[in-house]
Nanobody
Framework: QVQLVESGGGLVQAGGSLRLSCAAS????????MGWFRQASGKEREFVAT????????YYADSMKGRFSISRDNAKNTVYLQMNSLKPEDTAVYTC????????????????WGQGTQVTVSS
């Protein structure tokens, strides 16, 4: 069982940056692939980024490449999402998730989910 708690969301102006954190409970955090997803109001949840359990491989949704960066600190049981050059269309609830696969990009590949943190980007 893994429990995930996100933090770091908030209100930011377009062009600004935010760093989201996701703290995980459990002693096996380092064996899970971790991912970030987001869901804007009235839209379906979409993939943002994922990182291999050893931190060596990452994947991003095309619209986030070059602006977002996912990283993890297995000693702290924490995964991060650094978001730069934010746009109003990045406004959404951002949720982290854990997968028993080595890396995963699909919603159904994740079995543990956090509650999410709101990110609002003003124009």
């Amino acid at each position: 069982q893994v429990q995930l708690v996100e933090s770091g969301g908030g209100l930011v102006q377009a062009g600004g940056s935010l760093r989201l954190s996701c703290a995980a409970s459990g002693r096996t955090f380092s064996s899970y692939a971790m991912g970030w997803f987001r869901q804007a109001s009235g839209k379906e949840r979409e993939f943002v980024a994922t990182i291999h359990w050893n931190g060596g491989t990452t994947y991003y949704a095309d619209s986030m490449k070059g602006r977002f960066s996912i990283s993890r600190d297995n000693a702290k049981n924490t995964v991060y999402l650094q978001m730069n050059s934010l746009k109003p269309e990045d406004t959404a609830v951002y949720t982290c998730a854990a997968s028993t696969l080595s890396i995963a990009t699909r919603t159904y590949e994740y079995m543990y989910w956090g509650q999410g943190t709101q990110v609002t980007v003003s124009s």
